[in-house]
């Protein structure tokens, strides 16, 4: 079970090239998501989805398209990388049982990311 | 909309010493609340969590308690080590009018903590 796995570790772009970070996960988990963190600004939402084919947006979804074909992948595009996209990228996963008020999330190690 | 608001950082305390983090937080509705831990160069690890009103989530030696008059889940410790030094993010996740959370967490801003020997 290795959980939520992230590919690649780090990557550096020039403006304007266009890449997809990879996330994974092996739990079965409905609901998937992806965060930037920023230096004091903690982490802000990017996209999320709720299961297979359903995506949405989340706080700061401006610059960056995702698309759910299975439960295990949702990957993170990047269409024309910018430097404001410097940042650090968690995948997460989790799921919510019948009953419960809410879920516990499992967070990826990360896609460290540089546009220069 | 929800927001999570933790104290500055970064803070800087010497062996066995006590921790206070603190978080307050805004939210439509009723939120569970979470602290996660970052130690250096990895992800988020879930510290603890507590889901309804005066709930106390602990883990290794932390503690934090759901304040719903006050808005606040400050994270304790009494006696901190070094291998306590890492990133504290607070964090909330509220739930949508049928009871779900859909997995998105609101963040606060992360309180670097530094532990001497």
């Known amino acids: 079970n290795a959980g939520v796995t992230q590919t690649p570790k780090f990557q550096v772009l020039k403006t304007g090239q266009s890449m997809t970070l990879q996330c994974a996960q092996d739990m079965n988990h409905e609901y998937m998501s992806w965060y930037r963190q920023d230096p004091g600004m903690g982490l802000r939402l990017i996209h999320y989805s709720v299961g297979a084919g359903i995506t949405d947006q989340g706080e700061v979804p401006n610059g960056y398209n995702v698309s759910r074909s299975t439960t295990e992948d949702f990957p993170l595009r990047l269409l024309s990388a910018a430097p404001s996209q410097t940042s650090v990228y968690f995948c997460?996963?989790?799921?919510?049982?019948?009953?419960?008020?809410?879920?516990?999330?499992?967070f990826g190690p990360g896609t460290r990311l540089t546009v220069l | 909309g929800n927001s999570v608001t933790q104290m500055e950082g970064p803070v800087t305390l010497s062996e066995e010493a006590f921790l206070t983090i603190n978080c307050t937080y805004t939210?439509?509705?009723?939120?569970?609340l979470f602290w996660y831990v970052q130690y250096p160069g990895e992800g988020l690890q879930l510290l603890l969590k507590a889901t309804k009103a005066d709930d106390k989530g602990s883990n290794k030696g932390f503690e934090a308690t759901y304040r719903k008059e006050t808005t606040s889940f400050h994270l304790e410790k009494g006696s901190v080590q070094v291998s306590d030094s890492a990133v504290y993010f607070c964090a909330l996740s509220g739930l949508n009018a049928g009871g779900t959370s859909y997995g998105k967490l609101t963040f606060g801003q992360g309180t670097i903590l530094t532990v001497h020997p």
């Open positions: 939210a439509t509705g009723y939120p569970s």
């Open positions: 997460a996963s989790s799921y919510q049982s019948q009953g419960m008020r809410t879920d516990t999330q499992y």
